[in-house]
T-cell receptor, first 110, second 115 residues
Framework: KNEVEQSPQNLTAQEGEFITINCSYSVGISALHWLQQHPGGGIVSLFMLSSGKKKHGRLIATINIQEKHSSLHITASHPRDSAVYIC????????????FGKGTHLIIQP | NAGVTQTPKFQVLKTGQSMTLQCAQDMNHNSMYWYRQDPGMGLRLIYYSASEGTTDKGEVPNGYNVSRLNKREFSLRLESAAPSQTSVYFCASNSPLRGAHYGYTFGSGTRLTVV
C-alpha cells in the first residue's frame, strides 16, 4: 500500500508570498494528482502529473519520480487561495482509485 | 453543468437505519468511485466500479454495498448504519484508457451523521 505524506499540515502566510506544499510517496506510481478542497467541501482537480512540471495560472506542480516527491507552488498568493490542498497517487495501471495524503490546510492573510 | 451529482447533501440517520447515496455523472466516464473523508485522515476508497457491470472493494468496504445501475449511476447503500459511518462521502468519476490517466471529477459530497 502506498503511503502518501504531505508537509506542512498547516500553513499560514501573507498575501503575495510564494507558497510551497510538498508530497512524498513510498511506492512507484503511474500518476500523481493535486486537488483543492474549499471550505464547504467541494473537491476540484488541479493537476495530474506523471513526469516533469505543469503550470496553470499562478499554480505550478512538479514531480521527481526518482525521489518519489512532488511539490505544489503558488506564486503571488491571494486570500482566495485559502483551502486544503490534497496530494493523491495512482499506484496501478487500472481503475482502482487513488491513495490520498491528509492534506495541507493553507490560510492566506490579507 | 456537466459533472458528478450526489444526493442527498446532508443526512442524519439513527443507528440501524438504512439509506442509499445516489451518484450520477454525465461525462460518459467509465470508472466511478465512492470515498469517505474523516477528520485527520485522507480520503479512503470504499468501493469502485471500473466499468458498467463491475464493482470492486476498496480499502474500507465493510458495512457498505454498491450498485452500478448503468454507465451514469453508481449508488452506495448502508444497510444498517452505525455511528462509525458518520463521515463525508464523495463520489468521483474518471475514464482511464489503456493505462493513461485523466483528471478525476468529484461530486460535492454527502455529510452523513449517524446517531
Amino acid at each position: 500500500k502506498n503511503e502518501v505524506e504531505q508537509s506542512p499540515q498547516n500553513l499560514t502566510a501573507q498575501e503575495g508570498e510564494f507558497i510551497t506544499i510538498n508530497c512524498s510517496y513510498s511506492v512507484g506510481i503511474s500518476a500523481l494528482h493535486w486537488l483543492q478542497q474549499h471550505p464547504g467541501g467541494g473537491i476540484v482537480s488541479l493537476f495530474m502529473l506523471s513526469s516533469g512540471k505543469k503550470k496553470h495560472g499562478r499554480l505550478i506542480a512538479t514531480i521527481n519520480i526518482q525521489e518519489k516527491h512532488s511539490s505544489l507552488h503558488i506564486t503571488a498568493s491571494h486570500p482566495r487561495d485559502s483551502a486544503v490542498y490534497i496530494c493523491a497517487v495512482h499506484s496501478g495501471g487500472g481503475a482502482d482509485g487513488l491513495t490520498f495524503g491528509k492534506g495541507t490546510h493553507l490560510i492566506i492573510q490579507p | 453543468n456537466a459533472g458528478v451529482t450526489q444526493t442527498p447533501k446532508f443526512q442524519v440517520l439513527k443507528t440501524g437505519q438504512s439509506m442509499t447515496l445516489q451518484c450520477a455523472q454525465d461525462m460518459n466516464h467509465n470508472s466511478m468511485y465512492w470515498y469517505r473523508q474523516d477528520p485527520g485522515m485522507g480520503l479512503r476508497l470504499i468501493y469502485y466500479s471500473a466499468s458498467e457491470g463491475t464493482t470492486d472493494k476498496g480499502e474500507v468496504p465493510n458495512g457498505y454495498n454498491v450498485s452500478r445501475l448503468n454507465k451514469r449511476e453508481f449508488s452506495l447503500r448502508l444497510e444498517s448504519a452505525a455511528p462509525s459511518q458518520t463521515s463525508v462521502y464523495f463520489c468521483a468519476s474518471n475514464s482511464p484508457l489503456r493505462g493513461a490517466h485523466y483528471g478525476y471529477t468529484f461530486g460535492s459530497g454527502t455529510r452523513l451523521t449517524v446517531v
